[in-house]
């Protein structure tokens, strides 16, 4: 199974980011739209395994208190003749303390993960083709401030059913504050 972490968003962070989708549709922008209930933020991907269990004790181990999470921006990856679309999170310390936590519990738990600096973002649009009169300032207005508090971390599982590319939650590990983990 294919699997990754990720951060699941509020249906108000969706709402704004498939409305940046929608202005994207309206300015003429062909790509592969994420579905929008498949909007995410990954926290690390783990590929094709069958190590389920592994994964999952690497999010048990997890403790990380509650924090906001704020859209930021926007941008493009390049990728050959086409570009990938994202929205940009504001890469506060709690979220990179958890992003760097839950690497290394995984990695304990014997998964190779990329090497990469973590680049926090939330995939609007894959293989993105603009028309030559696309306002990339627009683009940029038309995600408005949001915010979130992530209060979880999932482990989801990543499929085709009858073709459509479907995200299954498989495990749900709370965030809680000092106070609460004082108290178990």
């Known amino acids: 199974m294919r699997l990754f972490y990720a951060i699941l968003l509020s249906e108000e962070m969706k709402r704004t980011l498939t409305g940046a989708q929608e202005f994207l ?23 094709e395994t069958e190590r389920f269990s592994a994964a999952r004790r690497a999010g048990e181990q997890l403790k990380a208190e509650p ?17 990938l679309f994202w929205a940009g999170v504001d890469l506060v310390p709690p979220l990179k303390r958890l992003q760097s936590v839950l690497s290394e519990h995984l990695q304990r738990e014997g998964f190779q993960l990329e090497t990469r600096r973590f680049q926090p973002h939330l995939t609007l649009a894959r293989e993105v083709h603009v028309p030559a009169s696309f306002d990339r300032k627009a683009f940029s207005a038309s995600v408005s401030p949001t915010q979130m508090e992530v209060r979880a971390v999932s482990l989801m599982k990543s499929e085709r059913i009858r073709g459509v590319l479907t995200y299954t939650e498989l495990f749900r590990k709370p965030l809680v504050s000092k106070n609460e983990y004082a108290e178990n």
């Open 25 to 47: 549709k309206a300015q003429g922008v062909r790509a592969n739209y994420t579905r929008g209930e498949n909007l995410h933020l990954t926290l690390a991907f783990l590929g």
């Open 67 to 83: 924090f906001c999470l704020s859209l930021k921006g926007v941008g493009s990856f390049r990728r050959g003749d086409s570009e």
